[in-house]
Structures are given as structure tokens and as C-alpha cells.
């Protein structure tokens, strides 16, 4: 059978890339993948509405069989009219890691889409529990180990409170003596709060601090699989998710939402009411223990539902 040919359109965010290379590993699994890379450079605003104008209001270009694929993937908007177009002429599929913008959503053959989006339904929306993602279970994870991984500032959905934050973490430390934690930070983390968690980790032998910054692609990933526990700030939400994918027991260190309800809270909600998270008040006060769930796959689903609707010969 011939190889799947494949190309990939980033926009060059680590985030979104993992989400289609997880469902590009897991077509792996099922078949040959022939993958070819498209990085598209950020625009400006004029420039992003006047393509989009040029998109819509174009008429379809002929496809031409020249270097022909099967399947384009890209996952963040700025990926959107460049794989529409690339569709336009050569007839492969568009496959989406997210909700697109109305005027351009029906132009795609799959999208991808976390429930919490609360989308209409249609042909070409498949719903996920969370992003897809490349982390993996892992059989190696140390029960006295344990990661907290730190967010930070979004002025759209939440209030950042370092004091708060840092005294949770301390807190926790406090309360799991047995146990020897890594902590890291995120782009979005203050300065202020790195800070706070450098000092955190002076003079504790079982406590140590990597920024962000020291860490480099694959470092995350690597953790969840020496960590048996895994706590997050509730902004990070991908975070969450590929922390479920490798098996992790996950713990949320809760924010303050600007807006209650709001998709991350949805999700976390959905989470803790399917017992799959714990808030550390939950923990503290003994009021919900994690229950064992196989680890979530949501690339491996994305990957066979795009070979069940148009390469089902694939499949076992």
C-alpha cells in the first residue's frame, strides 16, 4: 500500500505542533506516513484580513496532480488559509486541531474539536475530551517523584496571584515529605513568580526549580514519565491533558477565573466530575481520591477516525 503523504503546517508554536504530531505518530501506527513541513511566518493584521478576503471571495484553482498529497494538518489559525489554499490545489484532505473561524469552517474536511467548545455538531466536526497530544504512558514512573508545572498571566481568562500560587506549592511540599518534587515555570510565567519558586527550592534537597527557559523540547514529556504525580495550574490546560496521556495522577492548583464558565473551567469540571483530577482543596481535605483510568488517547482517536472516513484499509 502506498505511503500516506502528509504535510504539516505550523505556525510555530511548540503547543500547537504537538497536537498534529501526536495524531501524525499514531497514524504511524497503522500505516506509512511520506511527511513534508510547511512553518508559516506571522502576518500582519492587514495582511491576515486582506488573505482572508482573497480566500473567500476567490474562486476554486483547478488542482493540479503535480506533487500530490493526501493529507494536510496544521493546528492554530494562522495554519488556516494556508492549508485551505494548499487543499485548493491539490485535492488532499484539511484536517484541523481546533475550532477555525466560521466563514472558513465548512472548507475543512475534519476539524478536531475539544468538547468544551461547545460547537454545533456537523459532518466535518469530531469531538475530543482534549487536545491530542505526543506524550506516551510510561511504566517507569517513580511513585516518590513528583512535577508541578506553573502557568501564568492571561488577561482573557483568569487573575494570577504568585503569593497565592507559590504558598499552595509550599503547602503541598509541606504535606508529601516522601516526596522529591521538580517544579518549572512557562512562557507565561512572571518574572516575579520564577522568583518566589527559585527561592522555594534554596536549601531543599528534595525540591528543585527549572525555569522554563533551562528546559528544552522533550523535557516535558521526559517528566511525565519519571513522575508517578503530576500538578498544574488550572491555565494550563494542554498541559492537563498530556499529562493524562502519559498516566500521570494529576492535581490542579486552582486559579481565579475571570469568567466561570468559561472552556478550561468546563474542562477542569468535566475532569474532576469523571474522577480523572483532584483540586489540591480536594486533596487537602480528603474529599476526592484519583481512581485508575486507562490513559487518555485522544491522538490515536483522531488518527483512526481520519482513516475510518477515507483510508479505512488501513485500519485493523
Known sequence: MQPL?????SDGRPGHE????GILEALQN???????RQTIAPGSLLGDISDHLGYIFKSGRRPNSEGRKDLLIGTGSRTHLPMLSSKRISSARAVTCMTPMVLLRKDFDLCFVPFHDQI????????TIGPPNIAMPSSSSDPSRGLILVGGEDERSHHWDSKRIVAEIAQLMQDTMAVHWTISSSPRT?????EMLKKL???????????????GPGWVEEQYRKNAQVWITGDSISMVYEALSAGCRVGILEVSWKRRDNKFSRSLDYLIAEQRIVTLSQYREGSAQWCEHAPLNEADRCAREILRRWWPKNLP
Open 5 to 9: 503523504r502528509v504535510t504539516l503546517f
Open 120 to 127: 454545533r455538531d456537523a459532518k466535518n466536526i469530531f469531538r
Open 18 to 21: 504537538k497536537q498534529s504530531l
Open 201 to 215: 527550592a534554596i536549601g531543599q534537597e528534595r525540591v528543585r526549580f527549572i525555569p522554563f527557559s533551562e528546559t
Open 30 to 36: 497503522y500505516c506509512t506516513v511520506d511527511l513534508d
Open 190 to 194: 512572571p518574572e516575579a513568580t520564577e
